[in-house]
C-alpha cells in the first residue's frame, strides 16, 4: 500500500536515518509550490449570453425571464425518481462548470454534442420552466423541468431528451400535445411557451441503436478536454491530405502516415477536419471505420448502412405459415400431404373429400407454395375467438388490476374480493378467480413490486434491457472507474472479522470500465466512510499515475458527499450514480467483489480476538502488535490475488483476461485518463476536511481529539495570519495539513518521527483503530472511577463506625454488605430534660 509521506528503504540504519532526515527536511518546509488551488469559476456568463439578447431582438421582460431560467438552474438535482438511469455530473469544457443529467444515455449524448458544436456559447441543464399552458383550451398551467437550455450564437433553444420508444407512448397518451413533424417531434406546449420569449424548443430524440455513436461521442469528448502536441497536428494535416483521393479506414491512414491512431481521428472529428460513420461503425474497429474528407459523401454512406441496421434489429415479420404453425398442426400436414402422394400412385383409394383437397393442394402448388404448407389446415382459427364478458365486466376486472397494481391489495384473493363487489353492484356475474389472474399477469408488474417491495425488489425483477438498447463500454484504458465496497463475507470465513478491532471489516474495490482490470482497492474496517475513497484514489495515481476521466459509484452517503463531489470538479472528473440497488450497472465491480469474497476470505489467519485485548487476556501475547500483523498479512493475500490471480482469469465470450484486454487496448488507444502526478498538492486533495478548532494558540499548535499537531513553519505564519482550512491525512494520522494564508501547510503530531519508517497498512490500521482504541479507554476510566468512587465510599463508612458525632455525615449507600451496620439512636424530649435540670 502507498504510503502518505515517504516509503523507506529497508537496510541499514545509516540509510534510514538519512531517508528519516529528507522526509523531515522537506516537511519542516512550507508546501506552498504545486498545492491545489480552487476550481475556475464558470465562463458562461451574462456578457457571453447579452450578445445572443441583442441579435434575437429580445425585450427587457423577456430577457429577465430568460436570465431567471439561467440563474435558478438546475432547479433540481436529480434523485431517487431516476429508476432506469445513471445520474451523472458532466464537467462541461463550454460552461466551465459541473452540469447535472438525468440520462447517461440520451442526455448524455446530446451533452457530447454542444461540447463539440462551435456556435454554441454556453448551456444550463435542469431548467425550470413556469406557468406553462396545459390542455387543449391551455386552461390550466405547469411548471415542467426540461433538460436543457442551450445559448447557440444565433439563438437560444429549450430542449427535451427522449428516446423514440418514449415519445411513441407519449403520443398515444397525448397526442395533442407530442407530435411528430416529419423526421422530428415538437411538444407544443414547449413551443407555445418558448414563442413568448422569442426563443425555440426542440426535442431531442434517438432511435435504439445508439450505444455506438454514443461510444464514439466519449471518446471524441475525451479527446476535446486532452492537450494537443504539435507533433499531434502534423499527423492529422498528413491524414487530411490522404484523404483528398478517397475514403480511408483507421488502419489504411496509419500505414500511410505512422504514428496515427484512433485518437488522432478522434481529434480531427472534433474539429471538423474529417467525417466519420459514428453512429454506424465503433472506432475501435480501426479495419472498417472509415473517414471521409466530405461530409456529403458521408451522409450517404451512412443513410444507406444505417437503414440496414434498422432493418437487421427490427422485430420479425414472418407470413411462412410454416413457421408460425404449431409442430402438431405440421406433423398433420406432412401426414396428409403422404396420404395424398400414396393416392397419387394408386396404393390407396381415393375418397371425394382427398379428391377435393388434392385438387386445393395441386393447385397451390402450382402457384409457388410447398406441399407442406398447401396441406397445412386451418385449425388454428377455428373455434370462438370472442370474449364472453360482458362490457360491464371487463370495466370491473380493468379497475380491480389498476387498483393491483397500485398495491392497494395484500394478495389476489382480496383482489377477487374486490371485483366480486364492484360486479354484484353492477347486477352482473363475478368473474372466475383465475380470469382474474390472467388479466393480472398480462399486465406489467414492476409498478407494484416497487410499490409494495420497494426500489431493491424492483431492480431485481425489472426486466432485462434490449441489448440493441444497452450502452458500450468505453474504447479508452483507464477512462470509466467502477467503485464499490463490501463487507468480507461472514458466511466463509466467520474468524477472519476477528483480524479487525470493529463489527464490520470493509474494502472498497475499483475497476477499468473497458477491460475489467482491477484498478485499485482499499482495505478497511468500521463503517463505510469517506476515507475509503480518498486511500481509492492515492492507490490509483500511486499505481497507474493517472486520474479517470469517469467514476461511477454506488449511491451511499459517503458516495454522494462533498468530499468526492470537490474532488472530482478540482479535476474535471465526470460523476455517475446508478440505481439504488441496480446491481447490474456494477456489475464488473460486483463480480470482483463475489471472486474475493470467495477466494480470500477464507485463506485468512485464525483469531488473534487475544491479542487485541492484550496481556490482561493471555501473558504469551505481545498487545497490539500481532494483531497490526495480522492486518498486514490480510492486505498481502488480498492484494495477491487483487492484482495477479484475478486479473489473469479468463472471463468473457472473447476468453480474454483482464490484463489481456487491458493490454489490447492500451495498444489499441493507449491510456484514456487525466495525467496527475502524485505530489503535495494531491496528498492534501486526497485529505478528509474537518472543522477548524474555534482557538488556535500559534504557540500552542493544533488541537484535536486525535492529539496536539505541531509544524515549525506553521507557527512561524501564524504570527501574521490564521488558520481558514485544516484536512486529516487519509493514511497517516500523525499528520494533518493546515490552510493559513494561501499556503498550506504540514502539522506534526508527537509520533510522526516513529511512524516514518512503518508501512503504509501500518498507519491505516493505526488510524482507523484510535477511535476505537480511545472509546475503549474512556469506557475503562469511566469503569476506573466508578470502582474508585465505591472503594472511597466504603473506606469513609468503615472510618466512621462508632463516632456518634459524625452520624449525620453518614453517607448513604446501596452496598448490601452494610445496611445491617446503619446505627439507630433513641429520641430525646429536650424540654423535660431542661425542667427536670432545673
Not at 462548470?97 to 456559447?121: A, D, K
Not at 509520533?751 to 476505537?772: M, N, Q, T, W
Request: charged content about 30%; overall charge neutral; some cysteine.
Amino acid at each position: 500500500m502507498l504510503d502518505s509521506t515517504l516509503d523507506l528503504p529497508v537496510g541499514t540504519p545509516t540509510a534510514i536515518s538519512e531517508a528519516v532526515a529528507q522526509a523531515l527536511g522537506k516537511a519542516l518546509r512550507a508546501a506552498g509550490d504545486g498545492l491545489p488551488q480552487p476550481p475556475r469559476p464558470e465562463t458562461f456568463s451574462r456578457e457571453l449570453r447579452n450578445p445572443v439578447y441583442e441579435a434575437l431582438g429580445l425585450s427587457e421582460s423577456q430577457i429577465d425571464a430568460i436570465e431567471e431560467m439561467v440563474l435558478e438552474a438546475p432547479t433540481r438535482k436529480p434523485g431517487k425518481g431516476a429508476l432506469d438511469n445513471l445520474i451523472t455530473r458532466v464537467q462541461s469544457r463550454k460552461n466551465g462548470g459541473p452540469r447535472w443529467l438525468e440520462s447517461h444515455t440520451v442526455e448524455r449524448l446530446f451533452h457530447y454534442s454542444i461540447e463539440r458544436n462551435q456556435n454554441v456559447i454556453g448551456y444550463v441543464t435542469q431548467v425550470k420552466c413556469r406557468r406553462v399552458p396545459t390542455g387543449r383550451t391551455g386552461q390550466h398551467v405547469s411548471n415542467p423541468t426540461l433538460d436543457f437550455l442551450v445559448f447557440y450564437k444565433n439563438r437560444i433553444v429549450l430542449v427535451e431528451c427522449k428516446t423514440e420508444e418514449a415519445l411513441e407512448k407519449l403520443a398515444q397518451k397525448k397526442e395533442d400535445v407530442w407530435k411528430r413533424q416529419g423526421d422530428a417531434w415538437i411538444n407544443t406546449a414547449h413551443v407555445g411557451f418558448a414563442k413568448r420569449l422569442g426563443i425555440e424548443a426542440e426535442v431531442y430524440s434517438v432511435g435504439r441503436l445508439f450505444s455506438v455513436e454514443l461510444q464514439n461521442a466519449e471518446l471524441i469528448n475525451a479527446e476535446l478536454r486532452s492537450e494537443d502536441a504539435d507533433a499531434d497536428k502534423s499527423l492529422r494535416r498528413a491524414a487530411t491530405a490522404a484523404l483528398r483521393d478517397r475514403p480511408l479506414t483507421i488502419e489504411e491512414i496509419s500505414e500511410l502516415v505512422p504514428g496515427f491512431s484512433i485518437r488522432s481521428a478522434a481529434k480531427m472529428l472534433a474539429e471538423g477536419s474529417a467525417f466519420g460513420l459514428e453512429r454506424i461503425i465503433s472506432m475501435g474497429d480501426v479495419d472498417t471505420f472509415l473517414l471521409f474528407s466530405a461530409g456529403g459523401h458521408r451522409d450517404v454512406v451512412d443513410a444507406e448502412l444505417w437503414s440496414s441496421h434498422l432493418a437487421e434489429t427490427a422485430e420479425l415479420r414472418i407470413s411462412d405459415r410454416i413457421l408460425l404453425a404449431k409442430a402438431e398442426h405440421v406433423e398433420i400436414a406432412k401426414k396428409r400431404w403422404d396420404r395424398l402422394q400414396r393416392i397419387a400412385r394408386g396404393e390407396e383409394p381415393p375418397t371425394r373429400r382427398m379428391s377435393d383437397l388434392a385438387k386445393l393442394v395441386f393447385a397451390a402448388i402450382a402457384s409457388g407454395t410447398s406441399p407442406i404448407e398447401a396441406c397445412l389446415s386451418r385449425q388454428d382459427e377455428c373455434g370462438n375467438r370472442d370474449r364472453r364478458l360482458v362490457e360491464k365486466q371487463l370495466t370491473a376486472l380493468a379497475k380491480v388490476v389498476e387498483r393491483w397494481n397500485g398495491g392497494e391489495f395484500p394478495d389476489r384473493f382480496e383482489a377477487w374480493l374486490a371485483l366480486g363487489g364492484l360486479c354484484k353492484a353492477d347486477g352482473v356475474d363475478v368473474p372466475h378467480e383465475s380470469t382474474l389472474n390472467r388479466e393480472i399477469r398480462k399486465t406489467d408488474q414492476t409498478r407494484r413490486t416497487l410499490i409494495v417491495d420497494g426500489i431493491r425488489q424492483y431492480q431485481k425483477e425489472r426486466a432485462r434491457t434490449d441489448g440493441s438498447r444497452c450502452s458500450l463500454p468505453s474504447i479508452l484504458f483507464g477512462h470509466t472507474l467502477i467503485i464499490d465496497s463490501s463487507n468480507f463475507d461472514q458466511r466463509i470465513a466467520a474468524n477472519i472479522l476477528t483480524l479487525f478491532p470493529s463489527s464490520v471489516p470493509r474494502f472498497y474495490a475499483a475497476v477499468d470500465g473497458a477491460s475489467g482490470y482491477p484498478m485499485a482497492h482499499a482495505l478497511m474496517f468500521g463503517p463505510a466512510r469517506t476515507d475509503g475513497l480518498a486511500i481509492l484514489m492515492r492507490e490509483f495515481v500511486w499505481r497507474h499515475g493517472f486520474l479517470p476521466r469517469c467514476i461511477q459509484l454506488d449511491r451511499g452517503p459517503e458516495n454522494t458527499g462533498s468530499w468526492i463531489s470537490k474532488f472530482a470538479e478540482h479535476f474535471g472528473i465526470e460523476l455517475r450514480w446508478p440505481p439504488t440497488g441496480g446491481s447490474r450497472y456494477n456489475g464488473l465491480a460486483e463480480n470482483l467483489i463475489g471472486r474475493v469474497n470467495h477466494f480470500v476470505a477464507h485463506r485468512g489467519p485464525g483469531s488473534t480476538l487475544p491479542d487485541q485485548m492484550g496481556r490482561a487476556k493471555d501473558g504469551r501475547m505481545k498487545s497490539r502488535k500481532t494483531a497490526i500483523k495480522g492486518f498486514e498479512h490480510v492486505v498481502r493475500q488480498f492484494e495477491g490475488y487483487f492484482y495477479s490471480e484475478f486479473a489473469s482469469t479468463r472471463v468473457g465470450n472473447d476468453k480474454m483476461s483482464p490484463a489481456d484486454l487491458r493490454e489490447y487496448l492500451t495498444d489499441l488507444a493507449g491510456e484514456g485518463g487525466i495525467r496527475c502526478e502524485f505530489n503535495d498538492a494531491f496528498r492534501v486533495l486526497t485529505s478528509t476536511e474537518i472543522e477548524v478548532p474555534r482557538t488556535i494558540e500559534r504557540s500552542r499548535g493544533i488541537r484535536l481529539v486525535e492529539g496536539t499537531y505541531a509544524g515549525a513553519a506553521l507557527n512561524a505564519a501564524l504570527r501574521t495570519t490564521h488558520i481558514t482550512e485544516i484536512r486529516k491525512d487519509c493514511i497517516n494520522p500523525a499528520v494533518v495539513y493546515a490552510k493559513a494564508g494561501g499556503n498550506w501547510y504540514r502539522a506534526f503530531r508527537r509520533d510522526c518521527v516513529p511512524l516514518l519508517s512503518r508501512s503504509g497498512e501500518h498507519k491505516l490500521f493505526k488510524l482507523l483503530c484510535e477511535p476505537i482504541w480511545r472509546s475503549e479507554a474512556a469506557a475503562h476510566n469511566k469503569e476506573q472511577k466508578r470502582v474508585t468512587v465505591e472503594r472511597r465510599e466504603a473506606e469513609m463508612t468503615e472510618a466512621m463506625f462508632g463516632k456518634e458525632h459524625l452520624t449525620d455525615r453518614l453517607p448513604e449507600t446501596k452496598l448490601p454488605e452494610f445496611k445491617e451496620l446503619q446505627i439507630e439512636y433513641p429520641t430525646v424530649d429536650w424540654g423535660s430534660s431542661a425542667l427536670s435540670a432545673t
